[in-house]
């Protein structure tokens, strides 16, 4: 069975800042997918980032960027240049290639102060 | 285009009730999944259904079931509620399982969030 684990609980940045968020999971299949979800408080779960095993290159999107390491099996998130509507909890999740079901971590909140 | 929409917002049950919760996918989507989140956890899997027939099935008694409509909207059923049954129970819609070989992302609805007395 898979595992995903987020060991910062909370974490706190300042607008305009850069934070990174751990991940490090564990699996023996070679074929998967990662994903980043941000859910804000009361409110529905959003896809921030995803990540292809077999693709080296880190993904991208927008103020959002992973570092990748899959020998290391380790999956963190930065955030550039941080605001206050990134203030939510953020999960880390694992996907088997062959199945379509996710394994989250148990999370970590981010705050974002000004 | 509207997102996954779930029913109801919010619910109140004693022990041993039952309770249904609705999941409608975003239009177009085939697959739909429930999980459930206990506060301060992530999410964990239930079930999984594709075109009407379940795909994949977490680690939960057989109090709790499911079924997907020809419309392909679901229902989660859970029997015989205990206090530990409180949680958002989330529901997420793709276009198809990545089995299928398509890379398609889980949208989620905001949840149902069931409190047990």
């Known amino acids: 069975a898979q595992t995903v684990t987020q060991s910062q609980p909370e974490m706190s940045v300042q607008e305009a800042e850069t934070v990174t968020l751990s991940c490090t999971y564990d699996t023996s299949e070679n074929n998967y997918y990662l994903f980043w979800y941000k859910q804000p408080p009361s409110r529905q779960m959003i896809l921030v980032i995803r990540q292809e095993a077999y693709k080296q290159q880190n993904a991208t999107e927008n103020r959002f960027s992973v570092n990748f390491q899959k020998a290391a099996k380790s999956f963190s998130l930065k955030i550039s240049d941080s605001q206050l509507g990134d203030t939510a909890m953020y999960f880390c999740?694992?996907?088997?290639?062959?199945?379509?079901?996710?394994?989250f971590g148990k999370g970590t909140m981010l705050l974002v102060s000004p | 285009d509207a997102g996954v929409t779930q029913s109801p917002t919010h619910l109140i049950k004693t022990r041993g009730q039952h309770v249904t919760l609705r999941c409608s996918p975003i239009?177009?989507?085939?697959?739909v999944s429930w999980y459930q989140q206990v506060l301060g956890q992530g999410p964990q899997f239930i079930f999984q259904?594709?075109?009407?027939?379940?795909?994949g099935r977490g680690n939960f008694p057989d109090r709790f079931s499911a079924r997907q409509f020809p419309n392909y909207s679901s229902e989660l059923n859970v029997n015989a509620l205990l206090l530990g049954d409180s949680a958002l129970y989330l529901c997420?819609?793709?276009?198809?399982?990545?089995?299928?070989?398509?890379?398609?992302?889980?949208?989620f609805g905001d949840g149902t969030r069931l409190s047990i007395l």
């Open positions: 239009s177009g989507h085939k697959s």
């Open positions: 997420a819609s793709s276009l198809a399982p990545f089995r299928t070989g398509s890379n398609q992302p889980q949208h």
């Open positions: 999740a694992f996907m088997n290639s062959g199945y379509s079901t996710l394994t």
């Open positions: 259904y594709y075109e009407k027939e379940e795909r």
